[in-house]
Nanobody, 119 residues
Framework: QAQLVESGGGVAQAGGQLRLSCAAS?????????MGWFRQAPGKEREFVAA????????RYSDSVQGRFTISKDNARNTGFLQMNSLEPDDTAVYYC???????????WGQGTQVTVSS
């Protein structure tokens, strides 16, 4: 059974930081998969946040988080991370991790973890 499980969400003050984790299991081997983070705020569509290539050589960020968030993954632990610094109230959302391949982009999704940033 393939599974992604996010953790690390919670409540932070504006300017604070949180680190999200995404643990992969089953047939998902992160060293072979690209990994991404997405978020969905209340009343809004899900949006792209960050992505990292299977070998970690390339990362990409949305304009809204560029310079504040850092995506990474530890292939030995089969776990991905999203370090979120300088948090803003607009970062409040449910954050989802996803994994995929060039032919099956974002095939697997986690259940999401809530991030709330207070002003």
């Amino acid at each position: 059974q393939a599974q992604l499980v996010e953790s690390g969400g919670g409540v932070a003050q504006a300017g604070g930081q949180l680190r999200l984790s995404c643990a992969a299991s089953g047939r998902i081997t992160l060293r072979l998969y690209r990994m991404g983070w997405f978020r969905q705020a209340p009343g809004k569509e899900r949006e792209f946040v960050a992505a990292i290539l299977w070998n970690g050589s390339v990362t990409r960020y949305s304009d809204s988080v560029q310079g504040r968030f850092t995506i990474s993954k530890d292939n030995a632990r089969n776990t991905g991370f999203l370090q979120m610094n300088s948090l803003e109230p607009d970062d409040t959302a449910v954050y989802y991790c996803a994994a995929g391949t060039p032919t099956r982009e974002w095939e697997y999704w986690g259940q999401g973890t809530q991030v709330t940033v207070s002003s």
